[in-house]
């Protein structure tokens, strides 16, 4: 490929609106271009990374077993009300109707129609398992679409579904796709992390996130540096800093606190530790009748140590022995709820002196502290010196509610834990009979009776990788790929192209050279200056440059700089098509 052959528009300045790193970027290297709020354009340059991407995906997924379908990208409403989920996906899901004002939506991902494939089509065990997988546009309306292709609308995710026969079977396909896309983003070649996810709005029973490590990202990773264990904070498990309770060896004693509605304010003012508070959290739930209206309320305490914090996602998988919990949904109470329940305003709130009951819940921690301190339920007030059987009684449930912090103990017991930033940019999760009950999708098993199938489905964000890979590497200058999925893996800088017929020469014979290996190069033969040609592609990040100048040809040489090279390699004219091959292979077995 010649550059004038080929679209390179790139930008001194990224746009007014682009707001992190990978958004400027591509932004200014024309990889995209925007058309509207999370709509962007993907110009020849990014479209070849995209292109890149997907071929390796596709090659992983084809040699694991998975066979490729397109499901349409406008999706009709009723597979969706069968499961449940027209209205439970919320806005997020574009709905809209058609001439005949039948209800459509546009699909966000695509469980219920793959379910009505494998129900119609699988109708025998002898015909599983299978695994079908689609690379396709999705579409989610983002209320406020932001970070470029990292928090659009339309983008292309992968989206693979299996279909097995029993648990058993289900979890070896499970295995072989988290096997699969470790093979994936190996050869991706991003530094990537494993980690176990809560399953969310998808539903399921086990689930993994794969993040890109970058300082950047969205999500905290937790992981152990001395042994295997990693998960998304959401779910990675605290367990208690206290092993065993100590005995009583203060009066429970009121004390004046005005002003200090923080536990850190609290814990300074009494000249104690911060982790000898307690955190008051007060959240509701509600009880409806069939026409939605709320008939009863029950409130929740949630009790963490002052220096924790609640993790909302652990909140909600609360349930006690009488079936009672926050399971089917919790909010944080109103201000008239707590002051019915707790007699003051939230700031000096605490279990001791309620004035209606409330149901207490317990971290791990909390319910092994000793002579602690919370709110005395009256404003300007603080109890310390509290003890649970003597002062208020046992909770009514110890649980892990709280998020893990840096140091905390590994549960596997192998370590201490510590927490990095990540980009999450594939998942996979096991379904088990969540899709196919709720649509009465069966087979006959081996014994002539239907069964449901048992089922996975596995995510893979195509263009949110882009992203992903920019912000875990990037400089000054711009951009920095993996050869794997550079849009271009070496460029060929020709000072003079259109002016010496010596460096015409070289430059030409290297390309020709390069393209007759299947390498993807371009050569810049557009004639600009060099400082102009080298920002460019610096700028996109072309990993290998190869540069031809007349004063180097006449001492027989060119220079061969990769992408992150402090300084280029000079090298013999004769000898640099093995020198480009060699640093390639290199790259690759990296």
Known sequence: MKASQFFISTLKEAPADAEIVSHKLMMRAGLIKKLGAGLYNYMPMGLRTIRKVENIIREELNNAGCVELTMPVVQPAELWVETGRFEKMGEEMLRFKDRHGRDFVIQPTAEEVITDIARQELRSYRQLPKNFYQIQTKFRDERRPRFGIMRGREFTMKDAYSFDRDVESAGKTYDGMYAAYTRIFERLGLQFRAVAADTGAIGGDRSHEFQVIADTGEDAIVYCPTSDYAANIELAEAVALIAQRGAASQAMEKVATPGKSTCADVAELLGLPLSQTVKS??????????????????????????????????AGKIQLADGTGLKAGFRFATESEIVAHFGTKPGYLGPIGLQKPVKVVADRTVANMADWVCGANEEGFHIRGVNWGRDLPEPDLVADIRNVVEGDPSPDGKGVLAIQRGIEVGHVFYLGTKYSKAMNATFLDVDGKPKHFEMGCYGIG???????????????????????IAPFTVVICPVGYDRSEAVKAAADELHSQLLAQGVDV?????????????????????PHRVVFGDKGLKEGVAEVQGRQDAEAAKVAVADVFNHVMGRLSASTKA
């Open 281 to 314: 959290l007060v959240l509701a739930t509600d009880e409806t009748n069939e026409q939605g209206e709320i008939v009863q309320s029950t409130v929740w305490l949630l009790l963490v140590r002052g220096d924790h914090d609640l993790n909302e996602v652990k």
């Open 462 to 484: 195509v263009t949110r990788i882009l992203g992903a890979a920019i912000e875990q590497k990037h400089d000054e200058r711009g951009i920095v790929w993996p050869d794997a």
């Open 522 to 542: 371009i050569l810049d033969d557009r004639g600009e200056r060099p400082g102009a040609m080298f920002a460019d592609w610096e700028l996109i990040g072309v």
